[in-house]
């Protein structure tokens, strides 16, 4: 069957302009001879002025240029169409497309995509709304929070937050309720990642797969602050081994276990991020994963 691909180009993701790659699209499909259409993204996330033009259009691929907030509204309101995703990494932490092993260098990306070998993939909700890399309470949520209120965008920008962060971080009382058994607890974030990167190639849930239909939670517990920096580091370079939810217990300083569902209960009021964007904070979040919920294009 003649693929026929729908490009959704975010101009204002990550630092770079964009008609390079708007270039780049337009000269490599036809060099492989598949035609598309360039549609832009939109800033409310809002993908339903698509819905009639896709099949209208025969397309039979969506690929998305941006970022995690792009790739998170295109995914979350066109997955219906039941069409396979591709993404061209174009924003400023990427971890959807890291975590999928996909290059940032766009022609590479824009070779997978042509060779297109999709596989299904899992999501997840939290608090009925759709999230595809990961959730998180606390510190890298308040970070999330900063980005996006700097003009700025890109790693500079992200590490700048951080440490900024680093200066003001508290830590919240969390009850974490699983099938299995309740946990309280103080904690400084609590991470719930379905793929093993945050963006940038940074990863706090070294062993979380995209297809394994199950959620990686990381709770980095109250301790003092240079101990958390050390359990960070032990944590992101893969030290800790996940543990066994029915022996999870609170005097930890790492609590890494995996799950399908959970629920938090924040009365904390902890600042939350979904795919890196801020989102409200809720005093309970409910957590489940959606296994098998749409197709991605992996190298
Ligand atoms: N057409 C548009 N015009 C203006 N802003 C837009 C448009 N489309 C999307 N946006 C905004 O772009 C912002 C950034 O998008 P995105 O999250 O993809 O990139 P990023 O933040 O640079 O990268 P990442 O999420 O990977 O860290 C979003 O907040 C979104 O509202």
């Known amino acids: 069957m003649?693929?026929?691909?729908?490009?959704?180009?975010?101009?204002?993701?990550?630092?770079?302009?964009?008609?390079?790659?708007v270039d780049l699209i337009q000269t490599k499909s036809a060099t492989v001879g598949i035609p598309y259409s360039i549609y832009p993204s939109v800033e409310d996330g809002d993908y339903s002025y698509l819905d009639e033009i896709i099949p209208e259009q025969g397309f039979t691929d969506i690929v998305i240029a941006g970022g995690d907030g792009t790739v998170n509204g295109a995914i979350a309101g066109l997955k219906k169409h039941s069409l396979p995703f591709g993404i061209i990494p174009s924003g400023s932490g990427n971890g959807l497309a890291f975590g999928?092993?996909?290059?940032k260098d766009p022609a590479k990306a824009l070779g997978v995509i042509?060779?297109?070998?999709?596989?299904?993939?899992?999501?997840?909700?939290?608090?009925?709304?759709?999230?595809c890399l990961l959730c998180g309470l606390g510190f890298d949520a308040q970070v999330a929070h900063n980005f996006a209120l700097d003009k700025g965008r890109g790693l500079y920008t992200y590490i700048k937050k951080i440490f900024q962060g680093l200066f003001e971080a508290k830590s919240y009382p969390f009850v974490l309720k699983l099938k299995d058994g309740t946990i309280k607890i103080d904690a400084y974030f609590i991470s719930v990642a379905n793929s093993n990167q945050?963006?940038?190639?940074?990863?706090?849930?070294?062993?979380?797969?995209l297809t394994d239909g199950m959620l990686d939670v990381v709770v980095m517990a109250c301790q003092s602050r240079w101990n958390i920096?050390?359990?960070?580091?032990?944590q992101v370079s893969g030290y800790y081994q996940l543990q066994q939810v029915e022996r999870l217990n609170d005097q930890t300083s790492v609590v890494y276990f995996q799950t399908s569902e959970l629920a938090i209960l924040n009365k904390g009021g902890a600042p939350m991020h979904l795919d890196g964007e801020p989102i409200e904070s809720a005093g309970k979040v409910d957590i489940r994963i959606l296994p098998k919920c749409f197709q991605l294009i992996y190298p």
């Open 198 to 209: 945050f963006g940038n190639h940074f990863t706090i849930a070294p062993k979380a797969s």
């Open 114 to 131: 042509f060779k297109g070998k999709s596989a299904w993939t899992d999501a997840f909700l939290v608090n009925g709304q759709f999230a």
């Open 2 to 21: 003649q693929r026929r691909i729908l490009y959704i180009v975010n101009p204002i993701s990550g630092t770079k302009d964009k008609q390079p790659l």
């Open 229 to 234: 920096l050390l359990q960070t580091i032990l």
């Open 100 to 103: 999928a092993g996909i290059s």
